[in-house]
């Protein structure tokens, strides 16, 4: 962390195509090596994969509820007291819980075997919606680390 100021935060532009914060930062937490117009191919088609299976909610609305739910409210982190290290559970911000649900969904979609990663991300993000799917038991997880360090919690500071 700089000793001299804070670092501004930048503000991301609108998605072209929804025109919506939460999908562009999705596209640059799912693009891999400066490819945003592939990152951008791989949620649109996702959203309309999404759109085609779930007919009674907006595919829009099913990405916005897919990533709520992944959204951790408690984490863990190390803290070293006295030569020992202890898991401190600690309140999560909005912007790092935010951005921890997108990750922990692009990396559990990636992480599905077999079809294109289109369908592997559509198929994540009806599971989150569901509240199901790998991102949801990471997320659960870690609610279950914050739970069992609970007698921690005087550490945090």
Not at 16 to 43: Q, W
Request: hydrophobic share 40%; proline share 3%.
């Amino acid at each position: 962390m700089s000793r001299r100021r804070a670092a501004v935060k930048r503000t991301l532009l609108k998605d072209p195509k929804y025109n919506d914060t939460l999908v562009s930062k999705f596209v640059c937490s799912l693009m891999k090596h400066g490819k945003k117009s592939v990152a951008e191919r791989i949620l649109y088609g996702a959203l309309d994969l999404i759109s085609d299976r779930e007919k009674e909610t907006p595919s829009l609305e099913v990405f916005r509820i897919a990533v709520e739910n992944v959204k951790p409210a408690m984490e863990v982190k190390s803290r070293r007291v006295g030569g020992s290290t202890y898991q401190v559970p600690m309140q999560v911000r909005s912007s790092r819980s935010q951005s921890l649900a997108i990750r922990w969904l692009v990396l559990y979609a990636n992480a599905r075997s077999g079809k294109s990663m289109q369908a592997k991300l559509a198929d994540e993000l009806l599971d989150a919606f569901n509240n199901r799917g790998s991102s949801i038991k990471k997320k659960e997880d870690t609610l279950k680390m914050e739970e069992a360090n609970k007698a921690f919690a005087h550490y945090r500071w």
